[in-house]
């Protein structure tokens, strides 16, 4: 069974720039999490997506980040334009849901943007 | 101040050595996840309890929920061992906290030298 996949693995833009990241849950999950690490911070949760609806958006720093998971299948993470303090590791994870709190999360390798 | 905090941010241990990571947390919490991160790795699922203990091969995990308190415990430990672990703690209850998001600590940084 394929895991959580992530593309890029890694991104290097100009501040200014647009930068699209994309999730592909496992097949059947209908939760889908995206999580940011910046540099020596904790992980911080961005937004939850039941299906393709937005479970919960308040992570999300600010209008910049737009996040879509059309048809309840992957999801892409745009922002745009990119800032300096948007650098970090970007994750997602999925879970099937409908199991309560004893769901398993299954995480992506992340994908590390780096603004300059 | 974190709503999860974990204890040491940095280990080094010899190989063969014990070895415990700490997480407190100031939160009603449905669950608690331990994860690990390898370098240049993805995040991957070690334990998730809600009271007791587990247990995974030379790996246990134990919780206190009266003391919002966990530990992870590397029983010989080995160089491979060497990652980031996580402890994250899901708040909410029962059925409708299935989609409750994670409460992150910043991490312990575990380096076995052989």
């Known amino acids: 069974e394929a895991g959580v996949t992530q593309f890029p693995s890694h991104s290097v833009i100009e501040k200014g720039q647009t930068v699209t990241l994309r999730c592909d849950p496992i097949?059947?999950?209908?939760?889908l999490y995206w999580y940011r690490r910046v540099m020596g911070k904790e992980i911080k949760f961005l937004l939850h997506f039941v299906k393709e609806s937005k479970q919960d958006e308040s992570g999300m720093p600010n209008n910049r980040f737009l996040a879509e998971r059309t048809g309840g299948t992957y999801s892409t993470l745009k922002v745009q334009p990119a800032e300096l303090e948007d650098s970090g590791v970007y994750f997602c994870?999925?879970?099937?849901?409908?199991?309560?709190?004893?769901?398993?999360?299954?995480f992506g390798s992340g994908t590390q943007l780096s603004v300059l | 101040k974190n709503e999860v905090e974990q204890s040491p941010q940095n280990l080094t241990a010899q190989e063969g050595e014990f070895i415990t990571i700490n997480c407190s947390y100031s939160v009603g919490i449905s669950a608690l996840h331990w994860l690990q991160q390898h370098p240049g790795g993805g995040i991957v699922s070690l334990f998730m309890?809600?009271?007791g203990k587990k247990k995974h091969g030379r790996l246990i995990a134990t919780i206190n929920i009266q003391e919002k308190h966990s530990s992870l415990h590397i029983t010989a430990s080995h160089p491979r061992d060497s990652a980031v672990y996580i402890c994250?703690?899901?708040?909410?209850?029962?059925?409708?906290?299935?989609?409750?998001?994670?409460?992150f600590g910043e991490g312990t940084q575990l380096t076995v030298n052989p």
């Open positions: 994870a999925s879970s099937q849901g409908g199991q309560g709190y004893w769901e398993k999360l299954f």
């Open positions: 994250a703690v899901r708040s909410g209850r029962g059925v409708e906290s299935s989609g409750s998001r994670l409460t």
């Open positions: 309890l809600s009271s």
């Open positions: 097949s059947g999950h209908d939760n």
